[in-house]
């Protein structure tokens, strides 16, 4: 690996970023069959255009996860295009930002990508004018979250577990299922103590202990369930309500604080809050359990109605960027998806810490998507347990 000399050398060269989209040839802005169509009011058909007009446009504005716009300044210094961010607290919050209509894109989890492009609030991107595409992990492209009838819906950012954290002054530091969250005699001990995130999205996560606990229910993918398996996931759920002490929203300071006073000794947790305890010292572990976890794989996409699109494309293929990917990696704790930040990070063994390359590693992380009628079987006549059931239903769970 190369040490931190080398880290800075290339971040200071960041502002050949555009002059590097140059290389793809001029006239390529119409796609082709791995490229997706652009219908995009405004934007360039080259990357050399795209660069003009993102210096006439000045600026780009952001929907984001905490933490997750990085290098804002050697990316305006190198484009023009000033750069505004507005955190989104939850998946939900921030699909109700974007149709405000205020905003030139976003980075979306699977569970909000889906609704995005099925509504049509997120336009195609065509990847012949993002270079840096081509350096993104073959592995996590031409998902069903992050494309649409074989066409890409956006870049992919960087993918993460949902832990399992716990307080090694209070559990045993070999617990390795999720077990101490579900089951009965873990739930009285830890009563009061259980941390979980707030969102409908985490009926996956009784699902997937479902899934490896009663097989006779047939569940093959924690977001795709049938009413049967739907109810007892919730049934799970309103079994373990009485017994949690804080359901965390996005804001991570929440949890952060929680387990840092004991108040917290176990949950649910993104890489993120685990690193922040880690480095403050607090006695926790964070690991994927044996069952298996959820987990996030999020994109950049551009809004359809974008008023900034060449600054948006410009920023999608910054944060494409092994620089860009190094930095948010690191800061937010997850695994790059363009592998050549491996090369950048601080921490020479992150990749390896974070499974960046290990693509069997990811096997039974079962990335956030949006729950659907439609079940991915042969039978054409079984139906799902839609969105608006789910949040209905986790409405139901909180109380």
Not at 315 to 323: I, R
């Amino acid at each position: 690996m190369k040490g931190r000399t080398d880290r800075v050398a290339r971040w200071a060269a960041l502002g050949l970023l555009v002059a590097a989209l140059s290389v793809v040839a001029a006239g390529c802005g119409g796609g082709d069959d791995d490229g997706g169509s652009t219908a995009l009011e405004g934007l360039g058909s080259s990357t050399e255009e795209i660069a003009e007009l993102a210096r006439e446009e000045g600026e780009v504005n952001l929907v984001i996860w905490p933490g997750y716009a990085v290098l804002t300044d050697e990316f305006t210094a190198a484009t023009g295009c000033k750069v505004a961010t507005k955190d989104g607290a939850s998946s939900d919050d921030m699909i109700s930002l974007m149709q405000t209509g205020a905003y030139d894109g976003g980075s979306f989890s699977g569970n909000a990508t889906v609704r995005l492009m099925a509504t049509g609030d997120v336009a195609p991107v065509d990847t012949d004018l993002i270079s840096n595409f081509a350096d993104i992990s073959e592995g996590i492209k031409g998902k069903d979250y992050n494309s649409l009838d074989g066409e890409p819906y956006g870049v992919p950012h960087g993918r993460g577990p949902n832990y399992l954290m716990f307080r090694t002054d209070e559990l045993p530091e070999d617990t390795d299922s999720w077990a101490v969250i579900w089951e009965d005699d873990q739930l009285a001990a830890n009563k009061g103590k259980i941390s979980i995130y707030d969102d409908s999205i985490f009926i996956a996560d009784a699902a997937l202990y479902l899934k490896a606990t009663q097989p006779d229910l047939g569940i093959e993918d924690p977001y795709q369930l049938t009413q049967e398996q739907f109810d007892a996931a919730v049934d799970l759920l309103k079994k373990q309500a009485p017994n949690v002490g804080e359901y965390w929203p996005g804001d991570v300071v929440k949890q952060i604080g929680s387990f840092t006073n004991g108040d917290s000794t176990v949950g649910t947790t993104w890489p993120y809050q685990y690193l922040q305890l880690q480095k403050a010292n607090v006695p926790v572990a964070a690991i994927k359990p044996k069952e298996g976890t959820t987990g996030w794989s999020d994109t950049w996409m551009v809004s359809s109605s974008a008023a900034n699109p060449n600054c948006m494309y410009l920023w999608m293929n910054h944060m494409a960027s092994p620089e860009a990917q190094a930095a948010v990696a690191e800061g937010f704790g997850e695994a790059p998806v363009n592998l050549k930040a491996c090369d950048l990070t601080t921490n020479p063994n992150h990749c390896d810490d974070f499974h960046a390359d290990d693509e069997s590693w990811w096997e039974d992380v079962y990335y956030w998507t949006t729950p659907d009628e439609t079940c991915k079987d042969d039978d054409d006549e079984t139906t799902c347990v839609t969105q608006a059931d789910w949040k209905a239903a986790w409405t139901e769970i909180r109380g």
